[in-house]
Nanobody
Framework: QVQLVESGGGLVQPGESLRLSCAAS????????MGWYRQAPGNQRELVAR???????TYADSAKGRFTISRENAKNTVYLQMNSLKPADTAVYYC?????????WGQGTQVTVSS
């Protein structure tokens, strides 16, 4: 089974950008959907961005216009570009890949937006 490792999180100031990466241990060419989720302390895990193989992309209202989900099959990696970050974006971010028959989650990467 494929394993995922997220990276790219960190501490940034409001207005700055980060690009999160989700590297898979195997090929992602067969995935049926990819997504990024986040969980802030005391909150439930929520969808940030998701894209299906059919090209249907969904963004949380809070992410629209600022975040972009993408993939690079040659590197078996999924990305989340986050611009104009706000303190409300502070959370642990998780990637999730849906393969035919099973789903895999990464371990999460912390994003902290603070001045």
């Amino acid at each position: 089974q494929v394993q995922l490792v997220e990276s790219g999180g960190g501490l940034v100031q409001p207005g700055e950008s980060l690009r999160l990466s989700c590297a898979a241990s195997g090929s992602i060419s067969s995935i049926v959907a990819m997504g990024w989720y986040r969980q802030a302390p005391g909150n439930q895990r929520e969808l940030v961005a998701r894209r299906t193989n059919g090209g249907i992309t969904t963004y949380a209202d809070s992410a629209k216009g600022r975040f972009t989900i993408s993939r690079e099959n040659a590197k078996n990696t999924v990305y989340l570009q986050m611009n104009s970050l706000k303190p409300a974006d502070t959370a642990v971010y998780y990637c999730k890949l849906d393969f035919p028959g099973y789903t895999v989650w990464g371990q999460g990467t912390q994003v902290t937006v603070s001045s």
